[in-house]
């Protein structure tokens, strides 16, 4: 019985040691492969970093007026008798928009035209009796100054039936009608917005420091959501000569062409003035970057750095191109642009960095460059909705 024990110990012990065996030689084979194991290289595209020239421009944004624009209003009280307009039409300078009565206006100018008739023949008279010497010149003077004061209340009853009769001040287009038939409105009291849209005004903010850069005649361009795609273009016409001291900011006016009318008053509008001088930058494709709370890196392509005991020296006679690898770089990034940002620190021109592929790579990674698909970057890419 105890040699059946010792036998069956003996024969546990052997087979624990023969797996122990065999798993020892398994991990030494993998240990030794590890050592001669190459990583595969990574292929990515690259892009070589090179000096561009940019305009100048500083950005800011504002809101569209018109060039003329204002709501018309009336100028005297009175009951609305015509409405001679449409709701957003056209008009031009001199159209009558709305007529007020002036029933009571036209018995006053008749009693007026009276009583100025009356006087005529009265200043008639009275200078041919002055002219014989039968009447004063006190009485030709009372006379005189009766038909003048006559006059002058037929020209001011004339003047309020004409200002009764409200008109358009300059070619434009009408907005929403304020007012209706049979309204009693005062003076003052809004009738109707007008607008001429053919030119626009874009007001916007500079912060005071960039004051000295900015002058009358320098050229703007704006872009609005409302006018997907399209840019216009105008000049500074006006700089205002107060800085307002709650936001320390300087206001700017320019004027800009709106032919097609595409622009209105109101709108919200991305502006970028453009200055006279070109700064010189180094671009990347944003594509190049990988973005991180603790700082804005790059992958530099350049070639793998020989160790102690490579074999390799005689490659160099050979066909192949040298072996290449992705370093990590930290840059400070600036403007972008459409595709491209610029690089402030960090890299040189002619340095070669990875532009799609990045999200794959580590630093030190073998990599081999295809450039046969490239994307194509653009400082003004097109963008397809469909």
């Given at each position: 019985m105890k040699k059946a024990i010792l036998l069956t110990i003996v024969g546990l012990v052997l087979l624990v040691g023969a797996i122990a065996y065999v798993k020892y030689a398994q991990i030494s084979t993998l240990i030794e492969s590890g050592k001669s194991f190459t990583e595969p290289p990574l292929s990515i595209s690259s892009y070589k970093v090179e000096m561009d020239q940019w305009e100048n421009t500083l950005s800011a944004i504002g809101s569209l007026e018109a060039a003329k624009g204002l709501l018309i209003t009336a100028d005297l009280s009175g009951r609305i008798a015509k409405i001679l307009f449409d709701a957003g039409s056209e008009v031009k300078a001199g159209d009558l928009l709305v007529e007020q009565d002036v029933s009571s206006e036209k018995a006053q100018l008749r009693s007026a035209q009276a009583a100025a008739a009356l006087a005529k023949n009265n200043l008639d008279r009275i200078s041919e009796l002055y002219n014989k010497k039968v009447a004063s010149k006190s009485e030709f003077d009372n006379a005189q100054s009766t038909y003048r004061s006559a006059i002058a209340d037929v020209d001011n009853i004339r003047a309020n039936i004409e200002k009764k009769s409200i008109r358009a001040p300059f070619n434009g287009r009408l907005g929403i009608r304020l007012v209706n038939l049979g309204q009693s409105i005062n003076a003052g009291e809004p009738v109707v917005s007008?607008?001429?849209?053919?030119?626009?005004?874009?007001?916007?903010?500079?912060?005071?420091?960039?004051?000295?850069?900015?002058?009358?005649?320098?050229?703007?361009?704006?872009n609005s959501d409302a006018v997907p795609g399209k840019t216009f273009t105008g000049k500074i016409n006006a700089i205002d000569p107060e800085i307002d001291s709650n936001t320390r900011s300087i206001k700017i006016q320019a004027i800009l062409a709106n032919g097609e009318k595409e622009l209105l008053p109101g709108m919200f509008a991305s502006i970028d003035v453009v200055l006279p001088d070109m700064k010189e930058v180094l671009l990347i494709p944003i594509t190049s970057v990988q973005y991180a709370t603790f700082g804005d890196s790059v992958f530099i392509v350049e070639e793998a750095k020989k160790t102690e005991g490579d074999n390799t020296a005689s490659q160099s006679n050979s066909n192949e191109p040298p072996p290449l690898t992705a370093r990590q770089q930290f840059v400070k990034l600036g403007e972008a642009r459409g595709d491209f940002v610029t690089v402030e620190k960090g890299l040189t021109v002619g340095q070669v960095v990875a532009s799609a592929g990045v999200f794959k790579l580590r630093n030190g990674a073998p990599v081999v460059i295809n450039n046969t698909v490239v994307p194509e970057f653009s400082l003004n890419p097109a963008v397809d909705d469909k």
């Open positions: 007008l607008q001429a849209t053919n030119q626009m005004f874009v007001n916007f903010f500079l912060p005071q420091q960039l004051l000295p850069k900015v002058k009358t005649g320098l050229e703007v361009r704006l």
